[in-house]
């Protein structure tokens, strides 16, 4: 229902934001504030704060923001209503009544409950008695306890056009009532009857525990073999999960939340254990049901077939799931061995194979990389080509900048990754003398460099460069100038510093301003200082104050940028080396054809660079 404003006003005042926070969270005053660990994420260093005087908490490192309600909301996994109602009664308010149109809603609403309420008891009844004898039997043979059985309150319908229209209908619990309720069907002309006949019945619950509709399994050769209430009032199938009133406190306890695909996988599940198991209703899932899905657990693992249909399924979550990830909140998907699914698995191998393979759930990125890469010829530049394109436009899929930032960059290192050539050493024995070459001619002579020598043989290897001064400039560089990072930011994302004290300072830049990229430099240094980079700051600055003004003075963001770009160029340039490095000491092992084509190849790249820096330097 929809509450006055004046009521939320004095609800939000009577209930201040840091007692409600402080019940989940320990918070310790940081001059107006108030910081800890966030409860949305895991994180080590606090990330979270609460403002009293403004009323709302924010996390710097997931971006969870809200006030108190909105914290109830999340932490209790409540609806607004819910967590409204919660506030008020603690604080000893009284919950404004509703409009008299409101109040018609929400007692029509009620009515349906108890109409879908009358229903289930109706087929719990029917699934212990001679008309269900066939139905019980099919739950039994499944390996269902009688405890499980009465806990997910299943039931059978009669195989009778009347049954239930019969059992139920009377001046309290019209037919129209029935028919709303999706309990009977009414064809254009003639009379009404059972919409569920001859079937297995599973009851479908909301988040707290209202039956408010039912998937019904046949034990003929009747199709559908499964079938689900249609929607009403209460009932919307893409917006539903079957077993979440079940799942709620176990996936808030283990913060783990499992989705599989029918009605038998969540019962087997919670029986044997896993009694954080969901599922969908015979469709894939939807972006409804994921953002369901993070009020239990900010990463749900989708438990799916191993087979083709589970591929396909698999590919259908993705593609739903890509436009609304946010910091934080993703999923996992674990895949099953075909033919298996979550009840014959545990039946077959037990709680322990099962265990297995939600432990081994790869993260939402690798699996879009690998489903990107299925059945895919890239052994031309074109399909490479359309390989980065297909994965940018994954990406840009993302609606959150920060998250879209990090897939752009992970995709590039990624195709980076697999095409750059695995040079393997020589095998002992495999020397020069030997055939050898793709067309296995006869042995091949050794290969010198112009000064008649072995490339590599006796020769030093070449000096590293200052990495610690350069990524010293290139941070000092962005603190001081954060819109370079429109331009440079997936180059700095991709590169670990090998001094760590710097490296965690990098990871609070990218942090902050891939959060929030109209940051300036006053304002990137002010949220570092409070996520705790305060000390590295100080020291930061306070050593290198001279040299930093000394060298940035007052630079523009483009002359900023040139100099960055050579700095990064110079810094990269110990991998060529290093490349170029491994070259020598490969040729030096026995000189072949394709071992001075290696060599050649890293050489021209290590005059490329060269190249740029020098005009880098002399545009700076």
């Known amino acids: 229902m929809a509450f006055p404003p004046q009521f939320l006003d004095e609800l939000r005042a009577r209930i201040p934001v840091t007692s409600v926070v402080g019940r989940r969270v320990k918070l310790v005053r940081k001059g107006r504030e108030h910081q800890g660990l966030c409860p949305f994420h895991n994180e080590k260093t606090p990330s979270f704060t609460v403002n009293e005087d403004k009323g709302f908490f924010h996390c710097f490192g997931c971006g969870a923001h809200g006030d108190a309600i909105g914290f109830e909301m999340r932490a209790g996994h409540l609806s607004f209503t819910e967590a409204v109602e919660k506030l008020a009664a603690e604080a000893g308010i009284e919950v404004p009544k509703a409009s008299p149109e409101e109040r018609v809603r929400e007692q029509r609403r009620a009515s349906l409950h108890d109409a879908l309420e009358a229903a289930c008891g109706f087929f719990e009844k029917h699934l212990k008695g001679p008309a269900g004898r066939e139905g019980f039997a099919y739950l039994k043979n499944r390996g269902l306890s009688d405890e499980t059985i009465a806990r997910f309150r299943l039931g059978f319908a009669p195989d009778s056009r009347e049954a239930l229209k019969s059992a139920l209908m009377s001046k309290e619990c019209p037919e129209s009532l029935l028919i709303e309720a999706g309990l009977l069907k009414k064809p254009e002309s003639g009379a009404s009857f059972d919409y569920f006949r001859g079937r297995v019945m599973f009851p479908i619950t909301d988040r707290r525990g209202r039956v408010i509709g039912f998937g019904a399994r046949t034990l003929g050769d009747g199709q559908p073999k499964y079938l689900n209430s249609p929607d009403t009032p209460l009932f919307h199938k893409g917006q539903t999960l079957y077993g979440l009133a079940h799942a709620r406190e176990m996936a808030r306890e283990l913060n783990r939340v499992v989705v599989v695909e029918g009605y038998m996988d969540v019962i087997a599940m919670h029986q044997a254990g896993f009694a954080y198991a969901v599922a969908p209703l015979g469709t894939a899932v939807t972006e409804a049901q994921i953002e369901e899905l993070w009020r239990l657990a900010p990463e749900p693992i989708l438990c799916l077939d191993g087979d083709a249909a589970g591929q396909r399924a698999m590919a259908r979550a993705l593609e739903r799931a890509f436009p609304i990830l946010k910091p934080g909140l993703s999923l996992r998907f674990a895949a099953l061995p075909s033919p298996e699914d979550p009840d014959s698995l545990i039946k077959a191998r037990g709680p322990a194979a099962m265990a297995t393979v939600l432990d081994s759930a790869q993260a939402m990125v690798e699996v879009a990389w690998r489903l990107a890469l299925e059945n895919r010829p890239l052994d031309t530049p074109e399909a490479r080509a359309l390989l980065d394109k297909d994965l940018a436009e994954k990406a840009f899929s993302i609606a959150d900048e920060a998250v879209r930032f990090q897939y752009l960059a992970t995709f ?10 695995k040079w393997e050493p020589r095998k002992s024995g495999s020397g020069f003398g030997k055939p050898s070459g793709r067309f296995g001619g006869p042995p091949q002579a050794p290969l010198k460099g112009p000064d008649g020598l072995l490339p590599g043989a006796g020769r030093p290897r070449p000096p590293q460069p200052n990495s610690g001064a350069q990524e010293w400039m290139m941070l000092a560089l962005v603190l001081d100038h954060p819109r370079l990072m429109d331009s440079i ?9 090998t001094d760590k004290t710097l490296d965690n300072l990098r990871r609070g ?3 902050h301003l891939g959060a929030a990229r109209d940051l300036d430099a006053d304002g990137l240094a002010t949220h570092l200082r409070t996520d705790g980079y305060s000390e590295i700051l100080d020291h930061f600055l306070d050593t290198n104050e001279r040299r930093l003004r000394a060298l940035r003075g007052d630079l ?5 940028r040139t100099h960055w770009e050579h700095v990064y160029n110079l810094y990269t340039r110990k991998d060529l080396l290093a490349d170029v490095s491994e070259a020598n000491a490969e040729l030096a092992q026995g000189p072949t054809a394709a071992s001075w084509s290696r ?3 890293v050489k021209k790249q290590q005059q490329t660079a060269s190249a740029l820096d020098d005009e880098a330097s002399g545009n700076g």
């Not at 590039?412 to 050539?421: E, V």
Request: aromatic share 10%.
């Open 412 to 421: 590039r290192q990624k195709a980076k990754d697999h095409f750059r050539p």
């Open 489 to 497: 930011g997936e180059r700095l994302g991709e590169t670990t510093f």
């Open 509 to 511: 830049i990218l942090k």
């Open 556 to 560: 523009s963001t483009e002359e900023a």
């Open 599 to 601: 060599f050649e190849a």
